[in-house]
T-cell receptor, first 113, second 113 residues
Framework: DGGITQSPKYLFRKEGQNVTLSCEQN?????MYWYRQDPGQGLRLIYY???????QKGDIAEGYSVSREKKESFPLTVTSAQKNPTAFYLC????????????FGPGTRLTVL | GQQLNQSPQSMFIQEGEDVSMNCTSS?????WLWYKQDPGEGPVLLIA?????ELTSNGRLTAQFGITRKDSFLNISASIPSDVGIYFC?????????????FGQGTRLTINP
């Protein structure tokens, strides 16, 4: 069953703690993306990666970090430097160059207490 | 970053009515995508458009890539309760080599049975 999985669905952390969100895809897609969604707003790009061992900052990268050690995995770490981390986080992937369609995972809702 | 102006922000309609929403920008796009998001879930791709003037249907949904390449429209005919959700447009800017998408703010559709 091909798709994108994100875990966990809900995550609670205390203020000041780093937390890592998981994103795995078995679609053999080259590019992967992390977005943040706040209530009533569109999606804002945090980081993206077009190939293994390479990634670029998006529009709101401050306070976040990523790695791309394997093609199928693109974990996102929300660090204590992120001032307002409570949000819905979405991971997406894209098949290859020439195709712009991104496919999304189910999302992780992070709440920082 | 770049912004897409999506309108209306919300719609309240009766079941069976037709729905129209659009996205506009001052910039030229190579690709327009339309997504639907249910509460607490990731967006699902509905329609992808790649050519100016292109008109594409997916069941009761029809989307068009504007001739000027600066806008796109989504129509839903004979709405049903499962159409409820948030609809997002997304576009890839002309000359955007990094394959990033720009997202609209979303149109929230509510249907009265």
């Amino acid at each position: 069953d091909g798709g994108i999985t994100q875990s966990p669905k809900y995550l609670f952390r205390k203020e000041g703690q780093n937390v890592t969100l998981s994103c795995e895809q078995n679609l053999n897609h080259d590019a992967m993306y992390w977005y943040r969604q706040d209530p009533g707003q569109g999606l804002r790009l945090i980081y993206y990666s077009q190939i293994v061992n390479d990634f670029q900052k998006g529009d709101i990268a401050e306070g976040y970090s990523v790695s791309r050690e394997k093609k199928e995995s693109f974990p996102l770490t929300v660090t204590s430097a992120q001032k307002n981390p409570t949000a819905f986080y979405l991971c997406a992937s894209r098949v290859s160059r020439g195709y712009n369609e991104q496919f999304f995972g189910p999302g992780t809702r992070l709440t920082v207490l | 970053g770049q912004q897409l102006n999506q309108s209306p922000q919300s719609m309240f309609i009766q079941e069976g009515e037709d729905v129209s929403m659009n996205c506009t920008s001052s910039s030229i796009f190579n690709t327009w995508l339309w997504y639907k998001q249910d509460p607490g879930e990731g967006p699902v791709l509905l329609i992808a458009l790649y050519k100016a003037g292109e008109l594409t249907s997916n069941g009761r949904l029809t989307a068009q890539f504007g001739i000027t390449r600066k806008d796109s429209f989504l129509n839903i005919s004979a709405s049903i309760p499962s159409d409820v959700g948030i609809y997002f447009c997304a576009g890839q800017l002309k000359g955007q080599g990094a394959q990033k998408l720009v997202f609209g703010q979303g149109t929230r559709l509510t249907i009265n049975p």
